[in-house]
């Protein structure tokens, strides 16, 4: 079974300061992790992705996540904060099997992100 | 490029109307589909999800129903409508090639609901 946490519902930081959101999961594959971003009353956007390969991904707006398997971690980070990357964002990882070859995501619950100008 | 649409995009109902919500996508042949439900501070909620036409399973037993007509169109229904089910309803696609398929899902805009 698969499962995602996200350490803190609402992260504030500095506009200008480092961006870090957690995300710890559990999968009983290998597994497959992403990060969307969502705007209010907007849809999610998908971020970045971790297949296979290259621990350290890079995805849009500047941000980039690392797969740390030994830590069973996927957080992701920005170096500098921006006042528009405030919005919510939400770790997936892949899984469970819907049939026909395909797989559901399981999301965490997302984290709010803050920033203060 | 494939696009999903959504609508509407706002809508107030009374309690015990009926629902029927409309997702489509284009861009793309026999996607899997997916209805999901926001309400406030309660994260993602999967509904329904569909891999092929006429083919709808559910996560969670409600007074909603789901229907896939077509190939690229996933409608959400009810008949009568709880105070419970507002919220922000969001459909979703994504697609099964391979073996190496990622299974990444894309987004439709959302309709928000509101129940009076």
């Known amino acids: 079974a698969q499962s995602v946490t996200q350490l803190g519902s609402h992260v504030s930081v500095s506009e200008g300061a480092l961006v870090l959101l957690r995300c710890n999961y559990s999968?009983?594959?290998?597994?497959?992790l992403f990060w969307y971003v969502q705007y209010p009353n907007q849809g999610l956007q998908l971020l970045l992705k971790?297949?296979?390969?290259?621990?350290l991904v890079k995805g849009i707006n500047g941000f980039e996540a690392e797969f740390k398997k030994s830590e069973t971690s996927f957080h992701l980070t920005k170096p500098s904060a921006h006042m528009s990357d405030a919005a919510e964002y939400f770790c997936?990882?892949?899984?469970?099997?819907?049939?026909?070859?395909?797989?559901?995501?399981?999301f965490g619950k997302g984290t709010k992100l803050s920033v203060i100008p | 490029s494939q696009t999903i649409h959504q609508w509407p995009a706002t809508l107030v109902q009374p309690v015990g109307s009926p629902l029927s919500l409309e997702c489509t996508v284009e861009?793309?042949?026999?996607?899997?589909l997916y209805w999901y439900r926001q309400a406030a501070g309660r994260g993602l909620q999967l509904l329904f999800y569909?891999?092929?036409?006429?083919?709808i399973s559910s996560e969670v037993p409600q007074n909603l129903s789901a229907s896939r007509p077509q190939d690229r169109q996933f409608i959400l229904s009810s008949k009568k409508l709880l105070l419970s089910d507002s919220g922000f309803y969001l459909c979703?696609?994504?697609?099964?090639?391979?073996?190496?398929?990622?299974?990444?899902?894309?987004f439709g805009p959302g309709t928000r609901l509101t129940v009076l």
């Open positions: 861009g793309t042949s026999n996607p899997n």
């Open positions: 997936a990882v892949r899984g469970p099997y819907s049939g026909a070859g395909s797989y559901q995501l399981t």
């Open positions: 569909s891999v092929g036409i006429g083919q």
């Open positions: 971790y297949t296979t390969g290259a621990t």
């Open positions: 979703a696609w994504s697609i099964y090639r391979d073996s190496l398929s990622y299974n990444e899902q894309f």
């Open positions: 999968s009983s594959v290998p597994p497959y």
